[in-house]
């Protein structure tokens, strides 16, 4: 058996910050304020709903995963954010549209007191998006440094022990790393040169880990994984993890695909389509945008199936991805998939699913479980890429020279072995012994 881990109590307040107070990270806070008063449970969240299997099976220890390991509780969060566009966390969830006005109703008073501060915010990141309520400053530097001390104010202002930052803003235009993030001394001095190569989520996750604050990536663009900011976490003693919430389509490919796997059948293609309306479909509708999601969303099959080891089963697989930006649908995706398999002497099958799924529906508890297991990675002294997270994340960090793991089983084998063993509980391996 490991030795426990020395956990820091979750005493205090934490402060969860979200750079975007759009769809998910306002029905974030509508969940949380109503599963906090009683009026629903917090669905799809890990942190909040599961069981977590502790020793032998003939032991029938299976306690929640909330009462295994020392989570801070839903009723010691505070909610803070940035936006360009909306400015409180009540008129943006009206903007967005997911959580309807009846279950808002009873909210409305705290959502309302949730302000949004002005953004650090670029349109030459988001084309599509127009910003009015934005900083401004001499250097890209000095917008960092605004950052900073407004995570000050707010830790100030609410009385918070610690704080966590998941970035919930729209997804940038696609970049490759370029000089100024290898290092970061060099980021430092593109900061103060304003390089035109630093996005405004870069400053974010900068001021994060400066002032201490473990970092998710929500989006696909490129933050926490790259070599600077890698660095900073290092030297900082600060959890990251990332990127892009695993929810809809992609969360079904990774339940689907290792069963096809696990079964030996064969795959010739995958076409996957989706129409959406909401804010981030539209920003989705610029190609450079679009270029980020769909790195993202392509990684996924060819990692689970494994072509170089399995070549006459994967070898040789279609996998398309399209999205469509259709206003009437607004939050409420309709997501189609035509998977094309072979069986037995090379039959071919094929199996469609029509998921009408609600994307910050399914986004929401992610981010609840994401930043309450980054503040305990922090309290446990853990630092850097947080592997054990994958399970969120439809284009997981992996660490150096490994490939990430994308099967979701595999994942959330993972996530709770590394609580068992922080915990010092022996991993659970579904051995016959066990
Ligand atoms: N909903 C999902 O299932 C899902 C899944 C994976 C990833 N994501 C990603 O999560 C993010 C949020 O999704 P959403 O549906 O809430 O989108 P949204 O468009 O409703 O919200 C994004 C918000 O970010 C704000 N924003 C843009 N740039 C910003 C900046 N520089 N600083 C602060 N705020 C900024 C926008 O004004 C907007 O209010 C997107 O990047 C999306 O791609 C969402």
Known sequence: MAEPLDIAPATGRLGILTPGMGAVATTLYAGVLAARAGISAPIGSLTQMAHIRI??????????????VPLASLDDIVF?????ISSNALEAARTAGVVEESDLAPLSAEMEGIAAMPAVFDQRWVRNLNGTRVKTGESKWDLAQQLIADIEDFRIANNCDRMVMVWCGSTEAYQEPAACHQSIEAFEAGLKANDENISPSEIYVYAALQSGI????????????????????????????????????????TILAPGFKARMLGMRGWYSTNILGNRDGEVLDDPENFKSKEVSKLGVIDTILQPDVYPDLYGNIDHVVRINYYPPRGDNKEGWDNIDIFGWMGYPMQIKVNFLCRDSILAAPLVLDLALFLDLAHRAGQYGNQEWLSFYWKSPQASPGVAAEHDIFIQQTKLK??????????????????
């Open 55 to 68: 020793g032998d099976r003939a032991e029938g220890r299976n306690p929640m995963l909330k009462d295994f």
């Open 417 to 434: 072995n590394t609580l068992r063993e922080w915990m010092g509980e022996d991993p659970v391996t579904h051995s016959e012994a066990d």
């Open 80 to 84: 803070g954010g940035w936006d360009p």
């Open 214 to 253: 473990p970092y998710a990536n929500g989006a696909p663009n490129l933050t926490t994984d790259l070599p600077c900011m890698e660095e900073l976490a290092i030297e900082r003693k600060v959890p990251v993890t990332g990127k892009d919430f695993k929810t809809g389509q992609t969360l079904i490919k």
